[in-house]
Every structure is written in structure tokens, then in C-alpha cells.
């Protein structure tokens, strides 16, 4: 299963059409097939390729271009620990240390029970709560080592309530068709019709 | 830059320099003989200002501030300073900089001695290395295609090579991958970097991170002797030929302004290894014993002596010529000949034997009229911003590569809009603002209905099966863009049909001609893209029937000549059917083929094999043995590209020089001198000391080429287009009707592929390789028709043959046509094609 | 426009519903005064709008502080479509603030968005938000299908036959530079990340799909609602002179009670909101302050002496660094200064898009240097290395930084080098080996590594 899945090959098709050019679809889809199959397959890049019809050795450069999007298999759970500047203040590299005691294993690797990927990061947006980090990009504030093995004794138990890496926003954008504006090509329309509106007029604003 | 008429003025290292607007500061700096260090720009492409290297002070009023030189474009008044310390402390700290991963491998890098990389750090770069950590580490060289390998630990990520893929090439296979210090050039996984154009990427990268199989290792550039030359093809790409001991060993493209703008296709710049084949002919043959001794009713060919072959030949054609008239005397060929080559062998042919059957193209081309008799275009023409061009011709990406890239330019950068009037969709149809795809041998009606005649649309409301709706938006284009020039690029879309429909085409789209030139508008005019060498210097020269050197018809031009020559023919010859025809009926007593191969080329195969049994005495020369000059009674050794000097004609009409650099294998020779020789033999002295002396006589006597000096031609880099011409268009205007079509057929189209079984392919061990199976081409909606999937082997079957092979869904064919390649020996397509039908359809049977 | 109100010290803008429970919610927004602005907006010409924008004088949030209502100027007339994009890939170290409103405020943003365009003619919006940021994407990817079915995007915004626009969420995928909006632009696109060449300067003329598009961070469009219910006067009349309305901004690293604070914008020191308990409430554990970043990783750091400064724009420009991205990172005296500029240098390294040489191959090489010397394999050149380095990346290692590269991610690793150099010297020397004896006596002194 490497391919984008027939249901995920129509939630890839809504995405495309709220893009005037298929091609800006690339990230979102590629974020779809991590979803699917937990990292980014060379099948799915060639199965997007055609999608928004460029060459797969364009998907691929876009690919590789974002931490995120990974090209071979990684643990259920990233576990991503900040090391930015103000969690490093506040002790990140020991918590980094302690993360590779405890995982047995180094930044970038995997444990052997294939659930957990350990990484330190840059700053994940959190700098009030340090030292923080993500699970599947999901935050925990404040992290103790106490806390770390926790969330690690839960994750490999499951109960952690972290969906498998790959997923992220839980709610996906949807448009009605009978909502939906349209999307505006780069080589469209001219003046958009409200610019027309003159102060006296106070609108069709309801 | 130079026919700009507003110029910006602005001040280089203290000098005044005039530069053009929107120029960059790099160029404008250049050509005032400014050099500014760099790596990622180059004059082809869009800037990116990667490298940074030609980062210089430059003022626009606000005071000296660092910019790169080639983003900035000049302005009035605008100070550069390329020189100042800041300018030299930042480029030096960029060269340092790129040095840092360097692997500094230069005494075993290919690019040794010509690597700009190289040049910098002995001009600028600092000594002592202050860099002593790990360096970057990535597998060592890595094959991108079969063609080409990559060094990424060399490379230093100027974009070149992944923008010309992009941008020029149209093909990008080969792109940036990771990010920062991690960035690399690379492929998508087992996707190879299958361009036709890949070789360019070697020859602009500028550290030795692309190298060229074929040349990898052969040579260090000191070693190197070259000259500048012109390719022998169509487009005469203008090149570089470089040569050490005596071995021809690289082409590099040159930037040509009005041809190749330095760019080569793969095909040709490999090409070089077919020069050093050991299949090369090195001495004449004639017919002998197996134990090598001449013997005229021998069965084997042996190596004789000059005089020895020369005298078998003129006795041959003395013999004939006294029994049955100049007129059993017929020439094939000479396509790929040097002018100065074509000439002497049409003076040979018309003024001292006698005959006027002579034919350079093989009836894969096109009647001389429709070439010589048509206001002719130049590629500059054709690419004008905002133009229209018409594509009545074999995809040029497959017979034209560099005027597909120029074309591709046009159209992406230029805003020329191209329209397809072929059977089937071409290498530029994505690019395309219209694409008519026709039925096989219908393209006459649609022309006529673009030119504004109102066809009758067919029962389901088209023209020549395309939509009539269709046809109607393209002539309104057209009209719309009638103030740019038009440029029809005319070849032979199909070896399958015949060459009227492509001629009456032609008529139609030149119907009105003077009513789209009326008020000073540029209008109409056509570019011919034939498929042979310097299939265009033959017609000039001669090679055809009815015609003489110079553009004039045997009738026009012959009382003029025959003072130069003593005589001409008093009738029009046949073309090559009618000699193949003639010969076939035993009429033709001496065949001369000048490196022609009408069994291997001819597309009717039978009769060029009937022809060949029954012809008395064959003469050939050429490079190599081919199956048909293996049947050959004498046969002369040529010397080949690089191997002689000459002059070459170009699709434009555009004469360039071709230059010597090595000498041709054992005793073989320029065929400008043999048929001098041959001429002696007969009788004629025609006093060619050198292809100079066979130029100025040229220059004398043919109307076009008059006064037309080699100073003239070497003078400019771009050669001369000689525009003149006194040959007319006669096309008779009646459109020969196609037979209908029945539901249960496929009407074929077949072209050539840049890569095919042909002799120059298969004598370039690099390039063998790259020839795509023969496959069938069907439109999707035609299989439930044909009712197998794609890939099966099918049976396919003509009124005159079948053949199996396999069948590929390609929505590129329009449904109700079935495209195969041409000049496939293993499977060949001519077997299928009825040579005295004007199409020919196929029905498709499962097996 | 309604008089300007006298502004209580206290107010604010932009994060009022932080603090409401479902202030995320289209019910919790709406009885919140939710989407009056964009009625109000509708009522008004566009021209008008962009007219109180201007008044307003809103300086761009997202690091640059350019004039909204100026750059929104800048769409070359007569061409169309043109384009919004929401800056919301928020990366720069230190800040945290746009997370936070697109997380707890979003209809905000996307009446906002509406606006701008309503303002300018943008006829589809794209939200770009961080990769990471999975919780801002669904709580934004929600509020959106609750606008559109509430009739406030779409087709027929609060049924005006006229006025219609989609807004796209759009996602990331990790890549700091992506902030970039010419970057921001490409990865919208579907490229790689990487910053396209200026000239043009802003994607206001030559933007997405080379059409006019307005780039702007989540903040600036953040406060558009407010501006338009109040008019732009009332807003300019809050803050300094040039530095109007307030401002978001995050306090981190060693201070008690670190947090995002909404401030008046250009009156507030950093002494207030650094040492004030109703902010950061001082330094942790009674230390002593040791240098403060004042504007996210790629400003250079302050001191002691800049506490009084006020969080205004040109003051913090003329003392030499920026206020950025609203990110004031705090170090005490505990800090080993030498990791620290590590730790920020190697965030460029790593983030460099990799276009521009000096970047690329400078970042790295800095990087390398300096964990080198961490590693105590210092040289005593390698001091003067770094800063010729660095001279080479920023000719001259001024302020503002002068560039060899494309963009200003280059540059920005030379700051925390030339800053923590400049004054801990002697803590870089202690790392050398052969300087140990003397390192302890200036490290003492400079009271480090205790
Ligand atoms: C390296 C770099 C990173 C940036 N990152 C961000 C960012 O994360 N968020 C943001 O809003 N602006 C960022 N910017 C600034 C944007 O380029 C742009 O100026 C801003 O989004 C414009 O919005 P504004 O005028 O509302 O501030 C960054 C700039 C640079 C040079
Ligand atoms: S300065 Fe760095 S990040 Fe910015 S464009 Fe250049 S290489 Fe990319
Ligand atoms: S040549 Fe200008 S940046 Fe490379």
C-alpha cells in the first residue's frame, strides 16, 4: 500500500481543487501519503507526480526539502524535543540526554520496539513553556524527566491519546459546493466586482 | 544586444560602457571587456544568483553597496567597481567558501585545465586552506544516465545543470534534493536523467561534477587541439571540434546567436565516436576473390589501388554512356556531403556524363519547388516574440534537437504561439496553443480551412478529423497575430503517406500569401525540415532533378552553365522512385550511390532491392560499408566530418564552414576529389585544387551563391543566409482525395525517433543502446476496439503486409490512427507501407 | 471616524479571548462582538478600509515592521488576481505568539483575512500555517467550515452579492526558512523553500504565480477587526508615535514567570515587561541579569543598559538590534554564553535553504567552529576565524547587516557571534585548551561557568 488509497485519492482530489494550480497541492498531499503510510513512499511521490503532473524528480525536491516529510520508515511516535534557544536555557540538552539513557538510543534513531523516534529539534513555538517537546506534533509543556518517562511508558502502552505519526490536524478544511467562491487562476478574471462599491452605497452587506 | 536603439550608459572600472536596457550589469560588463567571476550565470538561462561569486561594488546613486552582478540589471548612470577591496574581499571569501567541501581533486578530474573553479582559486583564491574540518561526503561518481555520471562531492550547486533540465530541456529529471549543506543534484530513484540533451549539462557545468562517459578520462584539455566547425545536420550547429593525436575526441557546442546557441543534442555531440570506427572504409574496393584478388564477376569486395578503382569506374561509366546515353547513368544521395562535395559531383553527373538523374533525397523529403520556390524563414523568424508558428513537420524533438530547444524558448520565454497541424502529438504539444491533429494525409483540408476557404466539415462536424470548432479558434489566432511573422516549419510529418499532401498543405498555407504580407506585415514563410545533413546544400548544389547549382531550373539556368561546364542535360532527370524504377526495369546501367542506402532508407524496400539486382555497375563511396554499397562494384572511401574542409547549408539557407582537424582513415578522400578524379578519368578537367577552389567556382556560377567569398562566410560567426532564388513553387492547386476509412482500421503515421536503428546510431558504441523498442502507438479510446491491453503483442496487418508487435496506449495518437517509428531493421515498418497507395491503414488482430 | 478613545494601559486587542473558554468557537466569537468588523468593513468602500489601515499606521508583526497600509499600496493597479497569503509558519526561536492566536482566536484571523481582502481585491486567500503546528491547523480548519457555512467566507460573504472568497488553509512541512514570504511563496507553490531574488522587494508587485500578493504575518491581520469596529485613529492614538496599537510578545528563558503578554505597543520598556510581576516578573531565583535577546534569534542581544529602552521600533533599530518577531529571549548570569550562541548559530546552519553560498557553506563552517571549541579543540585563531567568517557572510558585521546572500538568514548567524564575542570574549578564550590558565581567572570574573 504505497500508492495514495482509493478514500485517500478523493480526499486528495478535494485538496487539489482548492488550488488554482495543482502543483500547490504538493505539500498537503505529501503530508496525506505520510498519513497513509506513516512516512512518504517513492511509489506515493510518483503517484502525486501525476497527480499535479509534474516530473517525480520534482516531488522528490520539494520532499527532501522538509523535515517533516520522511523518506523511510520512522517509530508510531516522533518524539521531537526542543532545543531551541529558550528550552535550551532551561535544560534542554539534559532532557535530550536523558530521552537517549532511557530510549537507548541517539537523535535521528528509532527504539528497537519500532515506537519511538527520538529528535531534538529547533523551536517548536513553545519558548514560555520550556523545556517542551512534541508527540507527532502534539505539545507537552514544562517536561520533567519524570514527566518524559510517563509519556514514554504511556506511549508504548498506547494510552497516550497521541494518534500514530503521520496524522495531524484532526479536523480536515472542508467546502460545500454550494459555499464555495472558486478558486481564482493566476491567468482569470479582472477587477473583482466589489471593488466597484462607492462610499454612498452602503452595500449588499446585510 | 547591439540592434537595441536605446542604449543605457553606465560606468565600468571607471571606463564608459554603453549597455542595452534590461541587460544584466555581468553582460554588459563582459562585453566591454570586463570580466566578472562566476558560476551559476549563464547567458541562456534566468539568473538564480546562487553562487555569489560575481557579487561587485555597484552605485545607483545611494553609494557603492555589493550586488550580484548578474540580478542587477543596468540603470543610467549606474557606477560599477569590480575592483575595489570590498569587491575583492567578498569574492574571495564566496571562492573560499566553495572550496570548503571541495574534494580539490583537479590532477584527476576530467575538467582539469578548463574549470572555471580551477581558473578562480589560481587567480584570486586564497593559498592555506583555513578549513580543517570533515569535509562533505557523498557517494563518488554516480551515474545520472548511461550517458553522463555526477560527482556531488565536485559539484557546487550552481544550478545549472537542474535549470537546463528545467528550463531549456523541458525534462526535469534531475533536480535539487535536501537542504543547506546537504543539497545535492540528483535523479528520483532508478529514474535515469533520459533527456536528448543531457550532454549539455557536461558541457556547461562549470567544475568537473558532470562528465561524459564517452570522454571521460580520454584527454587532458592541454592536450587538445580544436577549431570551430559546423555539425553536419539540418539545424549546422555551429561546434567545437576537439582532436588529439590525430583522434577526434569531443564536441562542444558554440554559442551561435541565429543557430544552436551553443547547445547540442546527445545524438550528434557523441556522434564523434563513429568517426574512429574501425568499420571506416580505408582504402577503395572492387569486386574480387575470397583470397583478396580483383576480379569484376568476384563475390567478395577486396582493397585495390586508386587508379585501379578509378578506371573500373570511368570504364563503367564510358561503357554506358556509349551504349545506351547519359541517361543509363544515374546518382543517388549525397545528402550529407560538404557543398563544395555536392557540387563537384553534380558537375560531374550533369555536366560531364550527361544525365540529369540525380536525386540527393531518398523520397523521404520533399520536392525541391516546395524548398527553394518558398519565401524562406530564418529560426530567429520563427522564434520573434509574439509570432506564429505553424508546425507542418516531424516532431522536431525527434529530428531537430536544437530547434526544438530554440522553438521550446520561443514559445515559454517569447510568447510565440505554436500550432500543430501534424497526425500526431509532438514534443512541444504541452507547449502548444492549438493542436491540430489530423488524419493521415488530411492536413491539405485543414490548412485550407486555417487560411480562411470554408470547408465542408465531415459527417461528425470536422476537418481532416479535426474539430471543425477547433480549426475556426486557430484561424482567428492566426489572424490576431498577423502584425508578428508567421513561420511554417515544413517537413515530412509521415514516411507513411505521401509527400503531396504535405506539398498541398504547403499551397494552401501560401494561398494567400501576399494577403497576410499586405501592408507591410511580415506574413508568411517557411522553414523546410528535412531530415538529412546538408539535405539543403544539395538542393543548392544541384542534386536533384531539374535543377543546377545556385537555385535555377535545368531549363533556366543551362545555357548560362553550359559555359562553365561544356554541357547539361537537355531534359529533366527522374527523382530517386523513378531511377530506383528505372533501374528495377534494367535501364540503368551505372548506379552511383554517394553514401546513400536506399535498401536501409528507401521507403519502398522491394524496389530498391529490385533495383539494385538489376542495375548494371554500382559505384559508391562512403564512410562505411552499408547493405547497400556492400553490394557495390567499386566502392570509393570518403572522408567524413572533420576529416575535410568545406562549406555546409543550413535549414535557413545559412552557409557556414566546416574545418579539418584529423586526417581521414588510410587513402580515403574528400568526395569533392573523386569526383574531380572520376571527371579526369572521362576526360574533364574540372582543376580543383582545394574545397576553396571548388567554392570561388561555385560563387561564379550559381545565380544564388554569386559573389558569395569564403572571407564573407569565415567573417561572421554566424555564417551568410543566402536568401536569393529563381526556382518557383508549381504546385498543381487540386487536393488528391484520400480513400475513406473503414471502421475496423487504424490509417498509419510513421516518423523517424531521434534514437533509431540507423547507421550513424549503431556505429556510436555509446548511443546503441538508447534506441527505444518498436512499438504500436494507439489512442486509449482505440483499444476496446482493438480489444487487448496496452502492451500485448498484436498482429498488425496491411493491404500489402504484416508483422507483429506490440501495442501501447499513447493519447498523444488521435483515435482512427496508429503511429509506429521508422527505421526500425527489426522490425520494419515499410513492410506495412504500400508504396503505390497515397495512405495506409492497418487492421489489428490479438493473437 | 469615531473619536479616539483614551486607551487604558491594560487593553487588549488581539488576545481579549484568550481567556474565554470557547472563544475558538464561532458561537463563543460571535456573542463576542465576532465579525463586526467585517460588517462594518462591508458598509465602507474598499478604498475606505485600506484608508483606516493606513490611519492606523500598523506595523507589520511578523519581523520586518513594515507599514501594512503602505505595502498594501504597493499592488500595481490593474492587474489581476491578486492574492493573500497568511504568514503563519512562526519559527523564528524565541517567538510565540501566532500559534497562540490561530490556536485560541482564529475566526479573528479569518475575519481579518476577510477584510484585506475585501480592502484590496484579493480574490482568494491562502492561511500557510507551520507544519507542526497541528493543533493551530484543526482548531483554524474548523472555524473555517463553521465560517463558511455561517455564510462569513465563501460565496456571498453575509450574502453581499458581490463580495466572494475562498480562504485555503494550507500547511507546511518544517523549514524555518519557509517564513521567508518569497520562500513562503515558492513552498505555496509546491517548490522547494527557497527565497526568490530581489528585486522586486515585495511580493505586493511579483508574487504567487507572479501575481500581486499581499504577504502578511497573523498578528498584523489579526488586529484589522478592532481597527475597522474602532477606526484607525483610535488605534494610531494608542502606543508611540510610530510604533501604534499594541503588541504581542513572549518572554522566555531564565525569567520567574514567563509568558505572551499583549503590551501597549512603543511605551512599555523592557525593563517592564521583563522585571513587572503583571509580565516576567523578573529574573528566576534572584539572579542577575546577564544579556537578553530583544527580537528573536537573528537579533543582535542587549544588555543591562537597553532595559529602559522602549519596546518601539526605530529606538531598538538606532540602539542597534530589532524588535523582530516580539521574541525576548532572557539569560542570567548562570548562562554559558559559548553554547548559547552555538545553540543559535547552529539553528541557521540547519535551516539555511542552501541557495546562497556564504549561507550555506558559512552557517555550517560557524557551526562547526564553534562546537569544535565546545569540544575544547579550540585554536587561539579560530576566534578572529569566526569574525572574518562572519565578515564574509555580513561585510562589515554591521547593523543593519549588510548581505551577500538573498535573504537575511545568512546574516542573522553573525549576530549572536558578533554580540556574545564582543563582550564574553574571555568565556571563548576559556574554552581554548591552551589558554586554560588565564580562562579561569576571566571566567571567574565574568562570574560563567560556575
Ligand atoms: C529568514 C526569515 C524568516 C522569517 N520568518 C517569518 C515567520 O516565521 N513569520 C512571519 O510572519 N514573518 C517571517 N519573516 C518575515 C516575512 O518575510 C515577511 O516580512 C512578513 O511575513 C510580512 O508580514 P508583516 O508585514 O505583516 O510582518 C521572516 C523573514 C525572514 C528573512
Ligand atoms: S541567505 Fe541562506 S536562507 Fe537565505 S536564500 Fe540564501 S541560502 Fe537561502
Ligand atoms: S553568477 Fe551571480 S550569483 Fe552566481
Redo the contacts between chains.
Sequence with gaps: MARLNAANLMVAQEIIA????P??????L??LAQEQDGYVTEDAMAHIAEL?D?EPAEVM??CS?????KRAPVGDYMV?IC????C???GSSDLIHHAEATLGVRPGGTTDDGKITLEAV?????????PCL?V????RNRVTAEAFDELVAELRAGTAGVAAHGN?????????D?????????D????????????SD????? | MSEQETVVNITVNGQPVEAAPGEWVIAAAERAGVYIPHFCYHPRMN???????C?VDIDTGRGP??QPSC?VAVSEGMVVDTTSE?TR??Q???L???L??HPLDCPVCDKGGECPLQDQTMAYGPGES??I?EKRHFEKPIPVNDLVYLDRERC??CDRCTRFADEVAGDPLIT?QD?????QVNTFPDLPFSSYFSGNTVQICPVGALTAVPYRFKARPWDLTEVESTFPNPMGDRVVVQASRDQVLRYQGVDSDAVNWGWLTDKDRFSFEAVASELRLRAPLVRGTALGRPDPAGSELVETSWGQALRQAADAIRAAVADKGPQSVAVLGGARLTNEDQYAWARLAKGVIGTDHVDAQLDDGLPADAVLGLPRATVNRACTPGGTVILLAPDPKEEQGTLYLRLRDAIVNRGVQLIELTPRASGLSHLAAFRLHHRPGEAAAVAAALMGGDIEPGPDGDIGGVPADDVAATAAAIANRADKPITVIVGRPSLAESADFTVEAVAELNRFANLLSAGGRPGIAFLPALHRGNVLGALDMGLAPGLLPGRITLADGGPALAETWGSVPSAPGADARGILQAAADGQIDVLILLGADPLGDFPHRELAEAALENAGTIIATDLVLNPSSARAHVVFPAAGFAERGGTHTNLEGRVTCQRQIVTPPGTARADWAIAAELARQLGADFGFGSPEEVWDEITRVAPSHRGLSREAIDASDDGVVVAQSSVAFTASGDTSSVPPIDAYSLRLTSARRMYDRGTLVQHVPSLAGLAPTAVLAVNPYDFDRVGVDSGADVQVISNVGEMAMPVVADPGVPRGTAAFGYNYPDLDVRALVDPEAVVTDLRIQTR | MNAPAPAPADLRIITSRFDVEDGHTLAGYEHTGGYAGL?RA?????A?VHGEVRTASLLGRGGAGFPAGVKWGFCPP?V??R?LVVNGD???????K??LLMERDPHQLIEGCLIAC?AL?L??CFLYV??????A??RL??A??EA??A?Y???NV?????????I?????????IVGEETALIE???????MPR?KPPYFPASIG????PTIVNNVETLANLPWIISNGGEAFAAMGAESSTGTRVF?????VAT???FEVPFGTTTFRDIIFDPRYAGGMRLGRTLKTF?PGG?SAPWFFEEHLDLPLEKTTVDQAGSMLGSG?I?V?DDT?DVV??CH??VR?F??????????C???T??LE??LS?ILAGQGRSQDLD?LMDVC???S?GINWPP?Q???CPLGPSAVSPIASALERFRGEFEAYLPEAEETAVAVTTSAGAMS
Excluded at chain 1, 181 to 186: F, K, M
Excluded at chain 3, 42 to 46: G, S
Excluded at chain 3, 250 to 254: D, I
Design positions: 482548492r488550488y488554482p494550480v502543483r500547490s497541492a504538493l505539500i498537503p505529501l503530508h499535479v509534474v525536491g520539494t526539502f522538509y523535515e517533516m516529510l521531537n532545543n531551541g534557544i529558550s535550551h536555557l532551561l529547533e523551536c517548536i513555538a513553545a519558548c514560555t513553556e520550556a512534541q507527532n506534533y502534539r505539545y495531524l490536524a484532526k479536523v480536515r478544511q472542508h467546502i460545500g454550494d459555499r464555495r467562491a472558486g478558486v481564482s487562476p493566476p482569470g478574471q479582472g477587477e473583482p466586482a466589489w471593488m466597484a462599491r462607492n462610499p452602503n452595500g449588499a452587506g446585510s | 539568473s538564480v544568483g546562487m553562487c555569489r561569486m557579487i553597496a555589493l540580478m570590498q574581499k567578498a574571495d571569501g564566496v573560499e567558501f566553495l570548503l567541501n583555513r578549513f574540518e557546487i550547486l535539487f537542504r543547506g549543506d546537504q543539497t | 460588517r462591508l458598509e465602507m468602500a474598499p475606505d490593474g489581476w488576481p492574492y512562526e519559527s523564528e526561536p524565541g517567538t510565540y501566532d500559534r475585501y481585491g480574490s482568494q507551520r507544519g507542526e503546528m497541528a493543533h491547523q484543526e480548519a474548523a473555517l467550515n463558511y457555512e455564510g467566507v465563501g460565496r453575509l450574502g453581499a452579492e458581490d463580495f466572494s472568497v475562498d485555503t488553509l494550507h500547511w507546511g512541512a518544517g523549514a524555518y513552498s505555496l507553490e509546491g517548490n522547494r523553500g531574488l504567487l504565480y507572479g501575481k513572549a518572554v522566555s528563558g531564565h514567563p509568558g505572551v535577546i534569534a521574541a529571549v539569560m548562562t553554547r548559547a545553540n543559535v539553528f546552519a540547519r535551516e539555511s535553504c542552501g541557495k546562497c553560498t556564504p550555506r557553506e558559512g555550517s563552517w562547526k567552529i569544535r576565524l565578515d564574509n557572510i561585510p549588510r551577500t546572500t538573498i
